[in-house]
T-cell receptor, first 111, second 115 residues
Framework: QQKVQQSPESLTVSEGAMASLNCTFS??????FRWYRQHSAKGLEVLVS????GEKEEGRFTAHLNRANLHVSLHIREPQPSDSAVYLC???????????FGKGTVLLVSP | NSKVIQTPRYLVKGQGQKAKMRCIPE?????VFWYQQNKNNEFKFLIN????????QIDMTEKRFSAECPSNSPCSLEIQSSEAGDSALYLC?????????????FGSGTRLTVL
């Protein structure tokens, strides 16, 4: 059964500094990886999807995938206080979009 | 921004009561998923549909939970007899398809509190 772990549990960065979040997964046959953001008590907003090793950029959000190391990361360039939220890593197998989530990283961006 | 609409936003029930929540998927999305997010931020898949057909559901869903996605009506998730452990955020998501590259778009959720 797929296990998804995120680190750190919480992260505080200053406005404008790079924020880096990590996610490891257990099933190396997984093909589909997404980062979602959840503001307090609200729904999930998809930030970036990545399906092959390497890098994928969507605006200020960049995902890096290394399937051999079972690792995917998210880097947020020039974070703003409005980026303060829970960031969730979600993994799905090849051919099916049923997601397994990590428990999230709580990001606080201080002015 | 997601166009998945969930109602009600908040739901408060006593133990043993029925709890029903609704979801209107994004237009043109035949696939609907329901997830439960507990206070520890753990996500649990409950059930999914393609059009009106159930594709997969967990044991918990088969016993006290029921769900449907009738044509031309909102999808719904109902807990027949609520328990304290059911208190959670229930998230509905829709997708254009089931392929791995198809993104799930989530609604804002229904926050259920069972007293």
């Amino acid at each position: 059964q797929q296990k998804v772990q995120q680190s750190p549990e919480s992260l505080t960065v200053s406005e404008g500094a790079m924020a880096s979040l990590n996610c490891t997964f257990s099933d190396g046959t997984s093909n589909n990886f997404r980062w979602y953001r959840q503001h307090s008590a609200k729904g999930l907003e998809v930030l970036v999807s990545i399906f092959s090793d390497g890098e994928k950029e969507e605006g200020r959000f960049t995902a890096h995938l290394n399937r051999a190391n079972l690792h995917v990361s998210l880097h947020i360039r020039e974070p703003q206080p409005s980026d303060s939220a829970v960031y969730l890593c979600a993994v799905s197998p090849s051919g099916y979009n049923k997601l397994t989530f990590g428990k999230g990283t709580v990001l606080l961006v201080s002015p | 921004n997601s166009k998945v609409i969930q109602t009600p936003r908040y739901l408060v029930k006593g133990q043993g009561q029925k709890a029903k929540m609704r979801c209107i998927p994004e237009k043109g999305h035949p696939v609907v998923f329901w997830y439960q997010q507990n206070k520890n931020n753990e996500f649990k898949f409950l059930i999914n549909f393609q059009n009106q057909e159930v594709l997969q559901q967990i044991d918990m869903t088969e016993k006290r939970f029921s769900a449907e996605c009738p044509s031309n009506s909102p999808c719904s998730l109902e807990i027949q007899s609520s328990e304290a452990g059911d208190s959670a955020l229930y998230l509905c998501a829709s997708s254009p398809g089931l392929g791995g590259a198809e993104t799930l778009y989530f609604g804002s959720g229904t926050r259920l509190t069972v007293l």
